[in-house]
């Protein structure tokens, strides 16, 4: 049997990985794989353990249980600065008195490394992060998103395996931050260092991330590209969490049909028993005249531009079905109309109570 690594191979392996603080256990037996060159978010609510996560990665907090391979090799009991990982703070931590140059040159000078190799390796790591030009300045005379690039700059240059971010973009308005999250997935792409963001932002590690993981109270819930955790989601929890889903909560009897009041549809290989069905508002659709589809009234109208969100009071869910419809196509809508809505059982999502 061959054991070199190929690009398959997970360059992070997370195996059943714990931490107590006295009573609490922030993380809970978590079970990872980071692949190689991967732009990977841990996603989740504030609490949830993310950070802490994170910070055992870094080597800034110990394991209770578990074990960390980096590469096959189980890094679990080294100290920070003899993992090839480096952990950039949402805080940025840059020294003020010194420019940025100076700043980003600061590691590779506390590694002893040749003069001319460290202006090289400063010199290529600026053109990456759009930093040439401002070499002189100190902290203090950049914008927010300059004081990030420096701080990635100064992470990136030492060219670590795995470069872990604290929440890289809490600091930034939400303009920029939003430019800053194209940037940053570039960046990555561009050194072909893999990445682990944490991050609350659900938006934020859609548009990011390759994959991502779901935390809430120490556990993983769920793990998989954006697309799969929005399309997919396995936990009510994620459902909830990750984009907008409407939620009816109702019943599957011994006929096959799932029903809440007015809403009755057919699920022929569920469970019966007390069940929440979840849809998403662009799959909830309007039936024009006749009788078809569930009776509402619409209580409020979102226009976005692109599309419209209408507000569905509907007699099975004590709060309005949002309905995701293209602004051009349905104009006209009023607040206090009767309406009729559609929900497709194969768009739906079921979870058992
Ligand atoms: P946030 O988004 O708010 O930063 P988080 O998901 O990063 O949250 P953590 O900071 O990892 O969450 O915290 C997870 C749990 O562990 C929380 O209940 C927190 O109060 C607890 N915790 C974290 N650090 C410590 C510590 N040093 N001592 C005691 N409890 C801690």
């Known amino acids: ?137 100190k902290p203090e005379q950049l914008s927010g998103g300059q004081k990030q690039r420096v701080a990635l700059a100064r992470a990136l240059v030492k060219r670590p395996k795995v470069l872990l971010l604290d929440e890289p973009l809490g600091a930034l308005d939400k303009k920029l931050r939003e430019r800053m999250q194209l940037e940053l997935k570039r960046l990555q792409h561009d050194v072909g260092i893999t990445f ?28 998989g590209s954006p697309e799969t955790v929005y399309e997919n989601p396995t936990d009510r929890f994620v459902a909830n969490f990750i984009g907008v889903m409407n939620f009816i909560e109702g019943r599957i009897g011994g006929d096959g049909h799932f029903s809440a009041k007015s809403v009755r549809l057919p699920v022929p290989h569920l469970a019966a028993g007390p069940t929440a069905l979840a849809i998403r508002p662009e799959d909830v659709g309007i039936e024009h005249g006749g009788d078809a589809g569930i009776p509402g009234r619409i209580t409020d109208i979102a226009y976005n531009g692109l599309d419209r969100v209408l507000h569905v009071a509907i007699d099975a869910s004590a709060t309005p079905i949002q309905v995701r419809v293209p602004a051009r196509v349905e104009a006209g809508h009023a607040i206090g109309e009767p309406i009729r809505i559609a929900i497709a059982p194969d768009r739906c999502k079921f979870f058992p109570a």
């Open 196 to 223: 682990i963001v944490v991050t609350h932002d659900q938006e934020e590690a859609l548009v990011m991330a390759d994959r991502m993981a779901i935390l809430r109270d120490g556990k993983l819930l769920q793990c």
């Open 1 to 137: 049997m061959n054991d070199a690594p190929t690009n398959d191979d997970p360059i992070l392996r997370i195996e059943a990985l714990s931490k107590d603080f006295g009573p609490v256990r922030a993380v809970d037996a978590v079970s990872l794989d980071i692949r190689r060159n991967e732009f990977f978010a841990l996603l989740g609510p504030s609490g949830c353990g993310k950070s802490t996560l994170l910070r055992m990665l870094a080597g800034f907090e110990m394991p209770s249980g578990g074990r960390i391979l980096l590469e096959g090799e189980d890094i679990s009991g080294l100290k920070p600065e003899r993992r090839p990982v480096n952990l950039m703070f949402q805080s940025y931590a840059l020294f003020p008195h010194m420019s940025v140059l100076r700043n980003i040159a600061y590691g590779l000078e506390m590694e002893r490394l040749p003069r001319a190799e460290i202006r090289a390796r400063v010199d290529e790591i600026m053109a990456v992060t759009d930093l040439t030009g401002f070499a002189d300045r």
